[in-house]
């Protein structure tokens, strides 16, 4: 999706598909997103509420296959 669409800045790609429980979705966060301690819930609603700790001017989260995700 991202090749099809003019996205700038910092751009996250889920694939549902590849994300099936909470342990795969933290990897996914610290290894794709940066997420500096994506280990809990709470620590991972504090980092997504707060996303200046990322250097750029738009965030862009897209998620593939919803219907597979978790």
Do not use: C
Request: proline share 3%.
């Amino acid at each position: 999706m991202q090749d099809r669409l003019p996205f700038s800045g910092f751009v996250a790609n889920f694939d549902g598909k590849q994300i099936q429980n909470k342990e795969e979705l933290f990897r996914f966060l610290e290894k794709n997103v940066g997420l500096p301690d994506a280990n809990n819930w709470s620590s991972i609603t504090d980092w997504l509420t707060d996303l200046s700790w990322i250097k750029a001017e738009e965030y862009n989260f897209i998620l593939e296959n919803y219907d597979s995700f978790l």
